[in-house]
Structures are given as structure tokens and as C-alpha cells.
């Protein structure tokens, strides 16, 4: 680390130099206006003007890249936090999988749209403003999304209704939008120190945790997915048990329900007693699984199957709440409380 002397130049003026290197790689010079931002734990950021623009343009050279690949480049760039992305060969027209990887990448990322297209190029803009958004908001939204999927895919099981379980599935290109955005915000926000409060927070400190909530988040979708997954596949598009199980399932469900928001909110609040709330919930539902199963009747394999599936599901959404919450639990920590005294 390099320290340098703070110099005085007025009665109540101090200043410092900026590293040579530092300036020349950013195109910092004399009589340039920087930003400067003061942060916790006594940290001041210096950011030169350039990192205020949020014009950043990516192309992506599609040459080498087959459909996937392509998609998977334009996702990183959106991810990435780029407001123009530009996707050309270096020679002839652009194949139909490249072209179609564009569109297909443009339905699944929220804001982006194709607002310049010829054979052999095409320009992809996102229209995202961070002060759109916060990320406590979109976390919450995830949550909302993935519980919403995951009721509809227990109630489809219940009652044998394909429909329901399909709007569930319907709903997981949602959630995946709303993943990828958090992790763009995450990234601009890194990337830019001036960004934090457009996106709710007052430091770049939580990020790093948002960035495991979002993926947790994202993971209970799945789970919920697959639930929906099982309905649509199975004959009848219900399981065969009586109906003191499946009242067991959907209790279950419930409690899983429950920590899934407190887990939630005790990230956005900083609530270290909610905190607390979740773990003692959690103790309660580790072996709801089996007990479950151990007081099912006597049925088919294939069916014991079914029904351990889909409390496996369950029971993978409470342990993806619990780690929400430990990581709710460590932002909590981090500032003075009735629990906690910092010095």
C-alpha cells in the first residue's frame, strides 16, 4: 500500500497528491474536476469524471462464437453494466443463429432493445436508469416472484392443474430478469462508488452479500421450477397420497414461505432479531422431511419419488433462507446495536 504526506495549504485546506500513474491512466489533468465521496469506517473515494459516465459501449465480435456463446457474451455485457452493446463480424453478414441469439438475449434482460440493425451489425441499448431501482426493492420483488411460483406449483400438485403449474413456470423468465438486473446494479455500483445511493445504500460494503442473496434468491425460483416440473410430468398432474400428506405438504409449504420473506426483510432492515426469528424457524422444519415421508401410507416407488422431489425442493428454499439470513445477520453486526458495540 502507498502512503503519502497530507500537506496544508490554507488555514483550513489540506491536500494530498495523486498517484502519476493513477491520473495518467484515467486521462486526469491539471484543472480537472474529480468526485470525491466520503465512505464508513473513514474511507474517502476519489473517482475521476470518467467514471461518472454511464455511455459505455462493448462490441462483441461474433465471428468465433456460435448461438450460445453469443448469448451468453450479450449477457455478460448487460451484466457488466454496458449501456450500448454492438454485435458484428469482420467480414459478411451476420448468420441467423447470431441474429436470433440477439433477440433471444434481448426477451430475457430487462430494458434492452435492438435500436440499430443491418446485415452485418446490430446495436442492442439498454435503457436502465440504477435510479430506476434499488436493490432492497428488486430483492424483495425476487422474493415475491419465487414464492408466487413455488404456491402455484404446490397448489397445481394438489388439485391436478397443469395451468397453474405452467403460470408457475411462465413466471421463472421474471425472476431470471430480475437476477440478471441486481447483478448489473451490483456491478455498476462496484464499478462506480457514486452509484451506491442511486441503488439504496449508503457504501459499496453490502454488495458482496447482496450478490449471494440475489443468487439464493434466484436458486428458490428453481426449486420451485422443478416443483412445477414435477405436475406437468406426472399422470394426472398430481401425486397419489391421501389427503393428510398433501395438507402436510402445503403446511410445509407455508413455513417455508414464511422464513423466506423474514429472511428477506431481515436483510433490507439490517434486523439482527429477525435474524434470530429465521434460524429458531429453520431448527423446526430440518427434519419436516422426513417426517413427512416416515408417515406417508404405503405407495409406489415411482411415487415416493415424486413426493420426496418435491420436499427436497422445499427443504432446499428454507436452507437458502437460512443462509439469507446469516448474511442479514453479518450486515446487521456491522453497525452499533443494542447487541453490538463498535469502537
Not at 184 to 211: D, H, K, M, W
Request: overall charge negative.
Amino acid at each position: 500500500m502507498e502512503t503519502r504526506k497530507v500537506q496544508r495549504l490554507g488555514p483550513s485546506t489540506l491536500a494530498m497528491t495523486l498517484p502519476a500513474e493513477w491520473a495518467k491512466e484515467h486521462g486526469v489533468n491539471k484543472g480537472d474536476e474529480v468526485s470525491i465521496r466520503m465512505g464508513g469506517k473513514g474511507t474517502l473515494t476519489v473517482l475521476p469524471e470518467s467514471a461518472s459516465t454511464e455511455d459505455s459501449e462493448a462490441v462483441i465480435h461474433a465471428d468465433n462464437l456460435d448461438a450460445d456463446g453469443l448469448e451468453r457474451a450479450i449477457v455478460a455485457q448487460y451484466v457488466l453494466g454496458r449501456r450500448v452493446i454492438h454485435v458484428e463480424k469482420s467480414e459478411g453478414a451476420l448468420d441467423s443463429e447470431h441474429i436470433n441469439a440477439v433477440y433471444k438475449a434481448e426477451t430475457q434482460l430487462m430494458g434492452l432493445g435492438v435500436i440499430e440493425e443491418t446485415p452485418e451489425r446490430i446495436a442492442i441499448r439498454c435503457s436502465v436508469d440504477p435510479e430506476d431501482f434499488t436493490l432492497d426493492n428488486l430483492l424483495e420483488r425476487l422474493e415475491n416472484t419465487g414464492s408466487t411460483m413455488r404456491g402455484e406449483a404446490v397448489k397445481a400438485l394438489a388439485h391436478g392443474n397443469p395451468d397453474l403449474a405452467q403460470r408457475a413456470l411462465n413466471r421463472e423468465r421474471q425472476a431470471n430478469k430480475i437476477f440478471v438486473l441486481v447483478l448489473r446494479l451490483i456491478f455498476t455500483a462496484y464499478q462506480n462508488p457514486n452509484l451506491c445511493r442511486a441503488v439504496g445504500l449508503e457504501s459499496g460494503f453490502p454488495l458482496i452479500g447482496y450478490r449471494s442473496v440475489a443468487k439464493n434468491l434466484e436458486l428458490t425460483a428453481d426449486n420451485a421450477e422443478d416443483i412445477a416440473e414435477i405436475v406437468l410430468n406426472t399422470e394426472g398432474h398430481t401425486i397419489d397420497v391421501d389427503s393428510a400428506t398433501m395438507r402436510r405438504i402445503r403446511e410445509f409449504t407455508d413455513q417455508v414461505d414464511d422464513i423466506t420473506v423474514k429472511a428477506v426483510q431481515s436483510v433490507v432492515d439490517r434486523d439482527y432479531d429477525l435474524t434470530i426469528e429465521v434460524r429458531e424457524q429453520f431448527r423446526e422444519l430440518t427434519d419436516r422431511e422426513q417426517d413427512i415421508l416416515s408417515e406417508i401410507p404405503e405407495v409406489s416407488n415411482e411415487e415416493l419419488l415424486r413426493i420426496r422431489e418435491v420436499l427436497v425442493s422445499l427443504q432446499q428454499t428454507a436452507q437458502y433462507a437460512m443462509r439469507n439470513a446469516e448474511i442479514a445477520a453479518n450486515l446487521a453486526l456491522n453497525a452499533e446495536s443494542d447487541h453490538v458495540t463498535i469502537s
